[in-house]
Each structure stands twice: as structure tokens, then as C-alpha cells.
């Protein structure tokens, strides 16, 4: 990925050198994206920007890209997987200019005469391809949002794009995410292009069973596809089942090229793992157990709550939100990811999307039908582009580091988005939550993961570093929020109040460093869904199925609401039965 910036109609009283250096100056901002290289393209009072970090093409891949002829100027942040089918399936023979992924956009868009190759494109992308003969333009984003883009408005009329709002706030009078899955051209406007069937209520109704194979082999290949590099790469392990999963399959491919259907070696065969928690955090030996199994060379680093404190501040002017539970979650992968990049490594994968398509949040346990769950998966999926690939992509490119995430590959999503969502019901004693991507990989001749791992509790990754990383916010926020400021908390912050003391302190940060109205509007906030009886908190230990839930938050026939069980005795009674090879039957009393 890198960082994109663009501007259509701008300071028609300014030169092309004015424009060019006006460019340069916003595009900086977004430097971190892309340290490898920078460019700018200028024509009439338009101009497009890129921020290059070179995972495909290293040699030849600068951007923005033109096609021979110099008539169409591209500036993209992604990758593009099934770029190598594209280019054989064009119309017409096309002259490429370099080796990147994302060339192909240009002959696509010329020989389409428009956007409406879009739903070829299999990969995570944001562009803008400008074409100066007709002096017209495309934006368009991927169908989850995976790469993030922006929009604004100038008050002379201009449009602005880019990767991070930073670039936009000093100069547009309206800034909003750009949706995903939608493209924009001035003579159309904003035209959704992405539209699953999945993402209707009949998918409930036509209860299509679920095939385990079909599963399996969707993410096996999602993760495939993925190992596309010409660059040192890694897996992010956090010991949960997400993460190792994708590690898994990435070590069973990792010696063979992937480019050339793993006909040759590979350049970087050796998988490299990370993860990252507090000393002695649940993640941490959850995910050495991981890489001792799956033969990773694995790299282990630890944070103090001092050390995640220290970086909130620079944490929200990367992630531009003050949503709790991004900042909370961000935080150790923005220091993980730090290190990684140090290591001289650009490119890692990740699990962010199997709690959104599977239904493994905790709260997921309160649904009251099939028809409820899938909806909830639905809006969860459509708002990931704010929450967890936000925090996937900003966190990880504050260091010039690529995150891909497997779990949104679009095939995956057309299979495990479309049948029966009574499939994915949580049911006390009989089912946990993720229940059937667990069974999908439980293949005891060929294992995947251990057991206690496969059957793993979710944990979200903000306890799983630690439980004492959210106490410390907690405590660290109440202590620089007095009882009279929040009292006027709707005062100082009329539009999305805060509810809590941790709330306002990252607010408060966010109006420092973005206090433009308009930045707060394109802020969603991740909160569990209140109308099932959940806590409001998003910590997964608010909800009371967490073997470490929160004091008077079980739902179980203790008193006053608590588990009738108290954690401990539950951690040893899942422990001990895990250790006799009974894990899905274990983790079904949580």
C-alpha cells in the first residue's frame, strides 16, 4: 500500500508551479505511507500525488503511472492480485511501462470507456486515474474499504481525494469518508458498484447449508494469493485463532513462489511471526505455541502500559478517529508494527475480518435469531472500513508497513457470507462463537493448529495483549478527566457526546489535532449492539461469556447476574479439558 493525494479544479489563480509545490507539501503528510519514492503529475489546475512503498515491480513500479501515449496519469494504494488474468484478458494488445499490479487499471479504464471494470479487480485498492484528454477523472475504493480514501470539498468548488484526511482538514470546508465499494466521476457522481447479494435479508430465508470444504478452501486461497511479494514479509500472530489460521497456510506455502503457480523457490521462504503484549499476556503463549507448531521464526516483543500511554497522541494523529475501541486495539499494533519495519520487513498478514464474517464477537452470544445475526454481520462487514481495517491500515502504515487481510478476500465473503446464518448461532454448551470456521480447519490428519488454539476463546486483541492494557487506559483517562469537565461534556462536544471519561480524553486529543467539525462527522464508533442487552463497553470481558468477564457481567445463575462459576474455576475447568483432547467441547460452556 502506499498513500495517494489528489485535486481537481483547485486555485485557478494558481501557476502549475504553485500547484506542484502546493501538492508536494500536502502529499508529505502521508510520507509515512510511502517512504520509498514520491511523485506528482500536473496538468491545467489539476494534480495527483503518490507516496510509493514498493512491495510488487521494486525497480520500475514509481507512481503516478501513465500509459505510452502520457494521456491517462494513475495514482493507486493497493494491490491488485489477479493482475497478471487481467492483462491477458484485455480487449487490445497494451504497452506496460512497468512491472506493478496495478498498471492494469489504465488499459482496463481505456478500454472499458469507463469505471465499469471495477468489479474485476480482485485486491484491495483507492485510486484516482485522470484521463487529460477529455479532462475527466475516476475515484474509486475497494468493496470493504481496506485501503482507506477521503473527500473534500473546497469552497472554490474543487474536489480533493486522498489516503488520510491530514492532507485535506486545512483546505476543504467538508471532508467525508469515501464509501467503499463506490466510484466517482464528475459526470456521474457517486455510483455504488459493489452489491453482494449476501447483504440482504434473503440470505436467511434460503438456509444454503454450510459446506466446511468450501470454507476451508476459500481461505486457503485468500491467504495464496496474498503471499504475491517481492519484498521481506511476515505474519501477525496473536495466538488467537484468526491470526494463526492465516499463519498456518501462509508456512504451508511459503517456500514456493506464488506468482508463478509455486513452480520456482521462493525469495523469502523462511515465514517470519509477531506478536506483541504485556509480559505474560494471554497472546504472547498462545502464539509461541503457535509458531513452534507451524515452524515459524517467530519474534516475540512486550510493551508497558507506560510505553502505550506515551504513544496515544501520535496513535490518533495516524488513526484520525477517537473511537474507543480502535484506539485501544491500534495502540500494541502500532508499536508491533514499528518494529517490524525495523527488522526491514514491509508487508504482513493479518486476521482482521473473521469476528465480522463469522460472528465471533462475544456479544454475538445475545442474538436472538438467525435472521438478527446476519444482519448484525452485515453492518459489521459494511462499517469495517471505520473500525478494524482502519486500525489494520493506519497503525501498520504509520511505519511504512503493508497489512493484507485474508479474511475480506471477496470469494471468502461470497461463501461465508451466503449460507444459513443459523450456522453461525452461538449455543451454550453445544457451539462458541466462530464455531464453524473452527470445524472448517478441525482436520485431524492434517492438522492445522493445536486444539487449544483451534478452540481458542476469542479474545479481543486489546485483552488479549493484556487485561491490564485496558484497566490502565481506564485508570490514566479518569485520572486526566476531572468530574466537572465530564459533567460538561455535552458543552464542549455538542455532536457525539462522549459516555465515558477514556471517550473524552481521546477526544480531546482528536479536536487538538483535527478541530475542524467536519473531521469528527467521518468518525464511527465500535460499540457492541445495546438493543440485545450488551454492555456498552467493547471489551470482550464486558461481555459475561469471557471466562475473565468483568465482576456482575456473567449470564449465567449466579447472583446479581455473575456466572455461577467464577473465571478462575472456568479458566481451569476449559484448561484441563482442553488437555484431554476435548477443546469444542471445552470452550462450549463459555
Known amino acids: 500500500m502506499c498513500g495517494i493525494f489528489a485535486c481537481f479544479g483547485v486555485g485557478k489563480h494558481l501557476s502549475s508551479e504553485e500547484l506542484r509545490q502546493l501538492a508536494l507539501e500536502l502529499s508529505a503528510r502521508i510520507r509515512h505511507r510511502g517512504p520509498d519514492w514520491s511523485g506528482v503529475k500536473v496538468h491545467q489546475n489539476n494534480v495527483l500525488a503518490h507516496e510509493r512503498l514498493a512491495i510488487v515491480g521494486l525497480d520500475n513500479g514509481a507512481q503516478p503511472l501513465v500509459d505510452e501515449a502520457e494521456r491517462f496519469v494513475l495514482s493507486v494504494n493497493g494491490e491488485i492480485y489477479n493482475h497478471q488474468a487481467l492483462e491477458k484478458g484485455l480487449k487490445r494488445p497494451h504497452k506496460f511501462l512497468t512491472k506493478s499490479d496495478c498498471e492494469v487499471v489504465i488499459p482496463l479504464y481505456e478500454q472499458h470507456g469507463g469505471p465499469d471494470f471495477l468489479p474485476l479487480l480482485d485486491g484491495m485498492f483507492s485510486f484516482v486515474c485522470y484521463d487529460k484528454e477529455k479532462n475527466t477523472y475516476v475515484v474509486a475504493r475497494d468493496p470493504i474499504g481496506i485501503t482507506s480514501l477521503y473527500q473534500g470539498w473546497g469552497k472554490d468548488g474543487s474536489r480533493w481525494f486522498a489516503s488520510e484526511m491530514k492532507c485535506l482538514k486545512d483546505h476543504c470546508e467538508r471532508i467525508e469518508t469515501f464509501p467503499p465499494g463506490h466510484y466517482f466521476t464528475p459526470e456521474t457522481g457517486l455510483v455504488e458498484y459493489f452489491k453482494p447479494a449476501w447483504a440482504s435479508d434473503d440470505v436467511a430465508a434460503r438456509a444454503t447449508p454450510v459446506d466446511l470444504k468450501a470454507v476451508r478452501e476459500a481461505l486457503e486461497q485468500a491467504v495464496v494469493k496474498r503471499l504475491m511479494c517481492d519484498v521481506p514479509y511476515g505474519v501477525l500472530l496473536s495466538g488467537g485463532l484468526d491470526s494463526s489460521l492465516v499463519a498456518s497456510i501462509a508456512a504451508r506455502h511459503a517456500a514456493r513462489r506464488v506468482e508463478d503457480g509455486e513452480r520456482t523457490p521462493a525469495w523469502w521462504p523462511r515465514l517470519h511471526s509477531f506478536s506483541i503484549g504485556l509480559p505474560g499476556s494471554p497472546d504472547l503463549m498462545a502464539a509461541r505455541k503457535v509458531a513452534k507448531f507451524i515452524g515459524s521464526e517467530h519474534h516475540e516483543y512486550t510493551f508497558t502500559v507506560q510505553d502505550g500511554l506515551d504513544a496515544l497522541r501520535d496513535l490518533v494523529w495516524h488513526l484520525e478517529t477517537y473511537d474507543v475501541t480502535t484506539i485501544r486495539a491500534s495502540t500494541p499494533m502500532y508499536l508491533l508494527a514499528r518494529k517490524i519495519k525495523a527488522m526491514g520487513v514491509k508487508m504482513v498478514m493479518s486476521g482482521e475480518g473473521a469476528d465480522e464474517v463469522f460472528a465471533g464477537y462475544l456479544y454475538f452470544h445475545r442474538a436472538p435469531n438467525s435472521r438478527e445475526m446476519h444482519q448484525e454481520t452485515v453492518m459489521r462487514v459494511q462499517n469495517l472500513h471505520a473500525a478494524d481495517c482502519l486500525r489494520a491500515n493506519k497503525s501498520t502504515m504509520a511505519w511504512g508497513l503493508e497489512a493484507r487481510v485474508p479474511f475480506l478476500d471477496r470469494d471468502l465473503l461470497d461463501c461465508a457470507m451466503s449460507f444459513d446464518p443459523a450456522a453461525k448461532m452461538h449455543v451454550r454448551g453445544e457451539k462458541m462463537e466462530k464455531y464453524v470456521l473452527r470445524k472448517a480447519f478441525d482436520t485431524k490428519d492434517n492438522p492445522y493448529l493445536p486444539d487449544e488454539v483451534l478452540w481458542r476463546q476469542k479474545e479481543q486483541f486489546s485483552d488479549g495483549v493484556g487485561y491490564s492494557w485496558i484497566d490502565g487506559l481506564k485508570g490514566y483517562a479518569n485520572a486526566q478527566v476531572t468530574d466537572d469537565q465530564f459533567a460538561s461534556a455535552d458543552k464542549r462536544f455538542p455532536y457525539d457526546t462522549p459516555k465515558t471519561k477514556e471517550a473524552y480524553f481521546y477526544r480531546t486529543m482528536f479536536e487538538e489535532l483535527f478541530p475542524q467539525q467536519t473531521c469528527a462527522t467521518t468518525v ?31 449470564e449465567g445463575e449466579g447472583e446479581g447476574g455473575k456466572e455461577a462459576t467464577s473465571p478462575p474455576k472456568k479458566r481451569a475447568k476449559v484448561a484441563a479439558a482442553v488437555a484431554n483432547g476435548n477443546g469444542a467441547q471445552a470452550n462450549g460452556v463459555h
Open 524 to 554: 464511527i464508533n465500535w460499540v457492541p449492539k445495546e438493543s440485545w442487552g450488551c454492555n456498552a463497553d467493547p471489551s470482550g470481558r464486558a461481555q459475561g461469556v469471557h471466562v475473565a468477564a468483568y465482576d456482575g457481567e456473567g
